[in-house]
């Protein structure tokens, strides 16, 4: 099925809009959960690249609707293609760029957030989700299993066992358990979840931007090197960030008893 394109946008699968210094990504199929279609993925990746790339922009929502965050890849485009044209086409290869985008993104989750769409959630910075999203990764019940990541985000994030039982049987957490495991940084009532994440990413795109990035770039690297590098790494940005407008002010601020007006410098 083909979405049918936005004029002003450009977009078929996706809405944008901008909430003060927040850039917001609504998924948008809804007639299938918002299921993950090449052309959304392209789509998805644009959007938050001119977020990244837009000086008036401090970090970025990625959400869906009330029923689904993303019911996963689009099964209906997907069920014919073989390992030829999911090699030759790279199909989902936009999504391995999500990972370069550098201003914060949170997943703001309501509903299903299965197979790549967890994966998607899992991709962006840290997961706000209303009391009754749903996670897993049910691939295997389709014959095949995760490809976005989730084999390796999930258990970093969960630990060996229970990504195991999640990914060899498809159960779903709700978000509770979701929250327990270390998925989901925090869960609040379904009809709170886009202004609980508009409220953190405001907040978060108030700070020095440059302190920001720094910050965001430090906790990616804890996953990728052992301590001693990841705290080396940590040391050179905590002095570089000594470097920055953002810093002068910040603490100019704090002596000065008044709130601080980063330039994002
Ligand atoms: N794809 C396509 N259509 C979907 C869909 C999906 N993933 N999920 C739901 N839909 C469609 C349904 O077919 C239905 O369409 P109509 O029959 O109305 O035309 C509509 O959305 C509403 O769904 P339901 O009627 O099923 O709604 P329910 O509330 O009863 O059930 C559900 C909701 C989320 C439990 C159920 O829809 C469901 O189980 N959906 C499938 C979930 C799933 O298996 N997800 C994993 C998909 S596989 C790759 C990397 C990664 C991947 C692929 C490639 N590469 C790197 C190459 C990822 C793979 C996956 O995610």
């Known amino acids: ?25 609504t998924l948008d199929r809804p007639k299938t959960l918002n299921a993950l279609c090449a052309t ?8 938050l690249k001119e977020f990244d790339n837009n000086p008036t922009i401090g970090a970025m929502i990625l959400t869906g609707s009330e029923k689904a965050f993303a019911a996963g890849a689009d ?25 370069r985008v550098r201003k914060p993104i949170i997943a703001a989750v309501s509903g299903f957030a299965l197979g790549g769409g967890c994966e998607l959630a899992m ?9 009754n999203a749903k996670f897993g990764q049910p691939e295997i019940k389709l014959g095949i299993m995760p ?10 994030l969960v630990g060996k066992s229970l990504a195991m039982e999640l990914i060899l049987t498809g159960r779903m957490l709700k978000a509770d358990e979701a ?6 940084a ?25 302190a920001v990035l720094m910050a965001k770039e430090a906790i990616n690297r804890a996953e990728e090197v ?9 040391r050179r940005l905590f002095q570089a960030a000594f470097a920055t407008e953002g810093q002068k002010e910040g603490m100019a601020a704090f002596l000065e008893k008044r709130e601080a007006n980063f330039s994002g410098r």
Not at 78 to 87: P, R
Not at 123 to 131: S, T, Y
Request: hydrophobic share 40%.
């Open 186 to 210: 925090r869960v609040v009532p379904d009809e709170s979840v886009l202004d609980t994440a508009i409220e953190i990413a405001s907040t978060i795109a108030s700070y020095n931007l440059p």
């Open 75 to 99: 099964i209906k485009e997907m069920a014919e293609k073989g390992f030829s044209d999911m090699f030759i086409e790279d199909y989902f290869g936009a999504w391995d760029e999500v990972p």
């Open 147 to 156: 490809g976005i990541g989730g084999t390796q985000r999930l258990t970093r």
């Open 179 to 184: 929250k327990q495991a270390g998925i989901v």
């Open 226 to 234: 052992g301590l001693t590098e990841g705290v080396r790494f940590e």
């Open 40 to 47: 959304l993925a392209e789509e998805v990746l644009q959007a």
């Open 1 to 25: 099925m083909t979405d049918a394109v936005n004029q002003t946008t450009g977009y078929s699968s996706i809405k944008i809009e901008t909430r003060g210094r927040v850039g917001i990504v």
């Open 123 to 131: 991709l962006c910075d840290f997961i706000i989700a209303g009391e």
